[in-house]
């Protein structure tokens, strides 16, 4: 008789389902958690007062004046969230980017305000040109395209303005060589050996950017960003961006976009030893969203999987659209479980 007629094999050695039988024991079990401290909430900042302007393609999302973003910030401070992180929106634009620099500018005010509003939240200023040049490019233009070298100085200008604000972490996103470094030296002279430098090191350039520019109103005018930002096919070269920066100076270097890149974020957090921050694009939660809206999937179920697997894959900090969501749901005792469906 064999061990299958005896019915050996009809009793599994292994009995995974054990440990997913309940809410509770799936919970006592999981590898990965979300934590709300981890946690950071872009925030798209604007001049004047008391406006408030959806973003329609990331809905939840709004452009917002100074005065409601200190608002803002203070309300996720409450629900747990680490962390915010500032985009600017002039209303002029020039060839260099000045605007990014202004003491008087949306950033460098709404910092002030957030560290008044919420003293303990940490707040995080995007250092790039892109958004305050009149012609879309994360660096000032020469004949030859996008100036590298002569774009650095200009990013420093904007990381000490920040800091002068009251920025804890400048997170250069402009994909510029030698940015950290240049960063690092400006902000060591002024007085701010302090501040955090977190590195978009990692930043491909990437389709899932479109319903940030559209807030932002930062798409190039001419061309593409292929020439700085990463290319899809390179995960050795994404090691070698992470380590130049981290010994450039990078207190964290970051990823992005998340879920496209997870293998990335992988390799990146096995080769260095600082943190490790992947960004959760304005592309990956439009496309999120819309599934959604057509009944196609569920909203708060692809959230959860979504921001567990870019944790999974070694990211402790996390760039989202979905901070806010996450950080009520982790308060709430009784939601909890519609965190982990
Ligand atoms: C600025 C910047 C971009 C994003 C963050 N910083 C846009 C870009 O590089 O075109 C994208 C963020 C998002 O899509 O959510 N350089």
Redesign the pocket.
Known sequence: MSDHERGKWSRPPHRGRRLRRTVGIRAMVAETQLVAAQLVA?LFVIEGTSIRTPIASMPGHYRLSVDLAAREAADLAALGVGAVLL?GIPNDKDAQGSGSWDEQGPVARAITAIKAAAPTLVVWA?V?L??YTDHGH?GILSDAGVDNDASLPLLARAAVCYARAGADVIAP???MDGRVAAIRAALDQAGFVDRTIVS?AV?YA?A??????EA?G???RSGD?RAY?MDAPNVREAIREAKADVAEGADVVMV??GLPYLDVVRAVRDAVDVPVAV???????AMLHAAADRGWIDLDAAMWETSIALRRAGASILIT?FAREIAMRLSDQESRDLVRP
């Open positions: 872009p985009f995007d790039c892109c958004e994360c996103s402009d994909m978009y930043k990437s899932f950017y479109g319903p940030f520019r932002a930062s798409t190039p960003r930002q992005k976009p960004y959760q694009v304005s592309g990956e939660f659209y």
